[in-house]
């Protein structure tokens, strides 16, 4: 096999001096261990722990390993920081609505520095799978449906996680998860099979992947699920052909809690023994789960597993330390742990939460105009339910929405009537929401699912609000009073059993320690709501997945009229032609999802000229000498206030040697404008952006192909003007 980049002379000395038991403890991290346990698995050899809860704790078990072992070599220790460490931002899902990877980057900066503070080193984020399936539930903890906006996303993160140099105390190793195709699995159902062709391998589940190791993340995590009838954990082409070979990954893949162990019940190893020889044979580093420690160390020895391979994964996690800087200065000041917010803190996460939320619907009702008399309804009214999923007991609280209500409006009459609880079956206290909406100006309707709903082990197969929810909006929308819906969720919901009877909705996802105010700002106004949808929303769950990056078919549907060779289903909405009886559609379902991936818009207005291009036709030779063809649109705030807009530029492959999809993004960018301000956007194109991966049996090539490509530019896929372009 091909090894890694040359290591230091370190790395090189202790693999020399360590035994065949200490090169295994190296290899394992055991998670959720009592601090008691955790210190003796130290004094064992084991070389990386899940933190202990505070610097000192940290400290203490460093002091073991550097004192109480052998060698004593420092440790690697993990925690799931997510979307932030006591700090909690907008989950990943709301933070790729954002479409500003620079934010992105600041909230990990943030979320490393808090956690890097208490002592651990090491995070297991981002997670970069491309999820087209609102029913898995850690659709939450990723960046959507879109192959470009996932890595753009997983690229920023990684460097606000790993900064200039991992050495820094403000710094974490990042992992890149799941890898591969783990958001796909079959019926939506956590840790289930994708069975996925090597085309859509390469073009969209890797894509994320490639990008993140070419951005420097530290480690990969390996996934729970099968990729054509193999498991992750025991793949070997995936994690040692592709990642270490092909793409010269040098850094750690680490496997998944009892990933190792998951390959008994697979059906891959009759025996934990084995799965562990599997496991590292296929190119595992770290096993997370303490499986060798459960093993006859006979049945792991030299001769059972390749000494080359175990040296390989020890360097790999001794480099690892030694780029963190343990070697040399492994304790972190306890009297600098980070253990609360800071002021700066809490502004950067609220600004963020409501740069992460999304307009989808408004017909003037918001921003508020200052009312005098407000009506909070739904279980978001009160809850302080608002950090979302992957977040842990230590994290700072978020306050509830009538409590900030109140606090920044304190000459308004605020009336808190919930009407319903999240899950319950209890519609009892709709009526007194309806008694109350009579006498106000304007009713806010919070609703949407508690954390609990999303993450890990939470898929659903119905995306609807649960509980009576849906049925407090029509009750409200009866009487005609007034209103407006905020949505707090961690996937896409299905709503068309409700959004047409409202007249303005709020998508604000789980938006963490500063939600309610970043709401607040949101519905008064003082903040924009220009995000843009990172994931389609459904009209059915029978529609999912549904994903605007979707191949052509040869018999595409439409709402009338006959379809050109040339034209595709993309920001279809409405009724099928019933004249088109064999064409790709539902017989009983509208075309196009609800709300197709980029929608959104702001309470500002824009107008844009015509796109144009540097160049209307370019050469291969041109683009592999990394020319580039520029495409600028001129943007005029046309409001009376500032406001966000967000351009996207799709590629349309006119003809291709693949069934190319109807529309891939390849471009984005956000600015702010002020008030009858006007600004260029501007967008350089190249091989990346028009190439593909081809893939046979043999092999696979990124490759440009000669023809015509048609760019659409716009703030939504239904309001693009295209820009053709011909490639010879």
């Known amino acids: ?28 991290i055991v998670f959720r261990p009592s601090p008691v346990d955790a210190a003796q698995l130290v004094r064992d050899g084991i070389g990386s722990v899940f933190w202990p809860r505070s610097a000192a704790s940290a400290n203490e078990l460093q002091r073991v390993a550097l004192e109480q072992t052998r060698v004593g070599i420092p440790l690697l220790v993990g925690l799931d920081v997510i979307h932030g460490h006591r700090t909690i931002g907008p989950v990943p899902l709301a933070q790729a609505a954002s479409f500003d990877p620079t934010m992105v980057q600041r909230l990990a900066r943030l979320a490393a520095a808090e956690a890097r503070s208490g002592g651990a080193n090491w995070t297991f984020s981002p997670m970069v799978d491309v999820s087209r399936d609102p029913r898995w539930g850690r659709s939450v903890e990723g960046f959507g449906e879109d192959v470009h906006l996932t890595a753009e996303m997983g690229r920023a993160m990684v460097r606000g996680y790993q900064g200039d140099s991992l050495a820094t105390h403000d710094s974490l190793a990042a992992t890149a998860k799941h890898y591969v195709a783990y958001g796909q699995p079959e019926g939506g159902r956590d840790y289930g099979a994708a069975d996925v062709s090597e085309h859509r ?3 969209v589940h890797l894509e994320p992947f490639r990008g993140v190791v070419e951005a420097g993340a ?14 992750m954990h025991a793949n070997r082409r995936l994690l040692t052909d592709l990642l270490k070979t092909e793409w010269k990954f040098d850094g750690v893949v680490v496997g998944d809690a009892d990933g190792v162990r998951n390959l008994i019940p697979h059906g891959i190893a009759g025996g934990l023994a084995e799965a562990v020889r599997v496991a590292y044979a296929a190119g595992l580093d770290v096993e997370m789960g303490g499986a060798p420690s459960d093993v006859p160390v006979e049945e792991i020895a030299p001769g059972r597993i390749d000494p080359a391979r175990v040296d390989d994964a020890v360097a790999r996690v001794l480099s690892l330390k030694e780029a963190l800087g343990l070697f040399d200065d492994p304790y972190v000041d306890e009297e600098s742990e980070r253990l609360e917010p800071t002021a700066e803190a809490r502004r950067m996460v609220r600004a963020a939460t409501a740069r992460s939320s999304v307009l989808l619907k408004n017909d003037g009702t918001l921003p508020l105009r200052r009312p005098r008399r407000i009506l909070l309804a739904g279980p978001y009214a009160e809850s302080t339910d608002h950090l979302g999923a992957w977040t842990q007991s230590f994290a700072a609280p978020a306050r509830s929405i009538a409590d900030e209500f109140r606090a920044r409006l304190p000459e308004a009459e605020v009336r808190v009537e919930t009407g319903v609880g999240f899950l319950d079956d209890d519609a009892s206290g709709i009526a007194a929401v309806v008694a109350a909406a009579r006498d106000v100006d304007v009713v806010l309707i919070l609703v949407g699912e508690p954390s609990s709903l999303s993450g890990e082990a939470a898929s659903r197969s119905d995306l609807r609000l649960p509980g009576r929810q849906e049925e407090l909006i029509h009750a409200v929308a009866e009487i005609g009073a007034p209103f407006a819906v905020v949505l707090e969720n961690g996937r896409p919901l299905v709503v068309s059993g409700w959004i ?20 607040v700002d949101l519905l008064l106004g003082d903040a924009e709501p220009a995000g843009r949808l990172p994931m389609s929303f459904p009209r059915s769950v029978g529609q999912v997945p549904v994903y605007y990056a979707h191949e052509r078919t040869g018999r595409p549907a439409s709402t009338g009229g006959t379809l050109t060779e040339t034209s595709a289903d993309v920001g279809l909405h409405g009724p099928a032609n019933v004249h088109e009886k064999y064409t790709s559609k539902y017989l009983d379902l509208d075309l196009g999802p609800q709300f197709a991936f980029g929608h959104g818009s702001g ?19 041109d683009l592999g000498d990394g020319i580039r063809v520029t495409l600028a649109v001129d943007v005029t ?15 349309e492959d006119v003809v291709a040697s693949i069934a190319p999809p109807v529309r891939r993004l390849v471009a984005f960018e956000r600015r702010t404008l002020g008030a009858g301000e006007s600004a260029t956007f501007s967008f350089e194109l ?14 696979a090539r990124f490759v440009v192909e000669p023809g015509l490509f048609r760019l659409h530019v716009g703030p939504t896929l239904e309001r693009t003007e295209a820009v053709e372009l011909r490639v010879s």
């Open 603 to 621: 309470y500002a207005s824009f107008t844009h000229a015509a796109p144009r291009s540097s160049r209307d036709e370019i050469s291969l030779v």
């Open 637 to 651: 705030n046309t409001s009376d206030r500032a406001g966000d807009e967000i351009l996207l530029v799709f590629l």
């Open 218 to 231: 530290a480690s990969v995590m390996a996934s729970f699920n099968t990729v054509a009838g193999r498991p």
């Open 1 to 28: 096999m091909t090894g890694p980049t040359p290591r230091s002379t370190r790395v090189r000395h202790l693999l020399d001096e360590l035994s065949w038991t200490e090169k295994l403890g190296q290899l394992q």
């Open 686 to 699: 190249g091989s990346r952006e028009l190439g593909f991966w081809a893939t046979d049996a043999a092999d």
């Open 201 to 203: 391998l390469r073009n």
């Open 500 to 519: 047409d009877r409202a007249p303005a909705v709020v998508e604000a996802w789980h938006g963490g320690t500063e939600a309610s105010a970043a709401i």
